[in-house]
């Protein structure tokens, strides 16, 4: 599939005050918009995922699938401060001539939502059927729909919070040391902080999986004295991730997740979850140990339509990417009673 780039040449204002004097988005589109406007299917991906959300999402979106190009329009953006198209710190500041690198402004999820609402008015779209997303991706579309709420007919949210907690503030804290740890970062050197962003992605594993998925996957037998699958384990997903990913945009979307707090200045989390009026479908996973059950019940319980729906999967947070058929099930049986609802 190939990208697709919404150039937007005025500044976009941060919550900081400080601003981006222009901006880049990645973005893809499959299938057709109907004459309706009725059939958007807008997906927000999580951290380091990118704007294909067939690669990420294969058992979701497809012919016969869940979300299907024959009937939907489904649209995925690269949020900004991500290093698949749109504009992060490795970009080049036009005030410069030179790569923003460590000077890149501090970006809150909100500011990546502001991001994309010019580029959905230039593709014509006044109604999106579905806002869907999980973790980050989920964190996008809460603050959105409490932004435009007249905008979406439906969302669906899974393993995501309203507010990112001291537990997961405190696990990318202890990422970005081991990143601090490598001199390399924030150098112009080549492959600056891979060595480090390896170490980071190995924390972040032990908070997406459990103790359960590492019993089943990595286990030893018979175990010898050193040579451990686990230990395997880490340093293959954290080389896995430094031959696809930025540091830079690592350390970026690591931060902007911290500031994810839907009641800052809203009057709290109660009010500004009430200002999302359409119907909504809250998905947690019982196993999910970065953002447990306990956050999504939250959210269901002070939205004004929510229904909430439990994974049921030993893979913990990872499981919104493993469990397809679960997912499936709950979003057509949710989208199904809400066209039930309209043609009465």
Not at 50 to 58: D, G, L, T
Not at 183 to 192: A, K, S, V
Not at 249 to 260: C, F, G
Request: charged content about 20%; glycine content about 8%.
């Amino acid at each position: 599939m190939q990208l697709k780039y919404f150039h937007r040449k005025q500044p976009l204002r941060l919550e900081t005050g400080s601003r981006l004097p222009e901006y880049t988005l990645a973005y893809t589109t499959e299938g057709k918009l109907n004459e309706e406007g009725s059939n958007v299917i807008w997906i927000c991906h999580a951290l380091t995922a990118n704007a294909i959300p067939s690669e990420w999402w294969p058992g979701l979106i497809g012919p016969d699938k869940l979300y299907d190009p024959a009937k939907h329009f489904i649209v995925c953006v690269n949020m900004l401060g991500s290093c698949y198209g749109s504009t992060t710190a490795a970009s080049t500041n036009p005030e410069t001539g030179q790569a923003y690198g460590k000077d890149f402004p501090l970006l809150s999820i909100r500011d990546i939502v502001h991001a994309m609402m010019p580029l959905r008015q230039s593709l014509g779209i006044e109604k999106i059927m579905l806002g869907t997303g999980g973790s980050v991706g989920g964190q996008q579309i809460l603050e959105w729909a409490i932004m435009e709420p007249e905008l979406f007919q439906a969302i669906c949210v899974i393993g995501t919070n309203a507010m990112h907690s001291p537990w997961g503030i405190a696990f990318n804290e202890a990422q970005r040391m081991a990143m601090e740890a490598d001199p390399t970062l924030w150098t112009d050197q080549e492959n600056h902080g891979i060595a480090g962003m390896e170490a980071a992605r190995s924390i972040a594993l032990l908070s997406y999986r459990n103790y359960e998925a590492y019993h089943r996957t990595q286990q030893d037998d018979p175990r010898g004295l050193d040579d451990y699958r686990a230990s395997s384990y880490q340093r293959y997903q954290g080389l896995k991730l430094s031959k696809r990913f930025d540091p830079w945009a690592y350390w970026i979307l690591s931060k902007a997740m911290d500031t994810h707090d839907v009641g800052r200045g809203r009057g709290g989390h109660e009010a500004a979850l009430q200002r999302i009026t359409c119907p909504a479908l809250v998905i947690g996973i019982a196993s999910d140990f970065l953002f447990p059950l306990r956050e999504q019940e939250f959210i269901h319980e002070r939205l004004p339509q929510s229904h909430l729906e439990v994974i049921e999967s030993p893979f913990g947070h990872d499981g919104f990417l493993i469990e397809f058929d679960q997912i499936t099930r709950w979003v057509q049986s949710f989208l199904q009673k809400l066209e039930e609802v309209e043609s009465e």
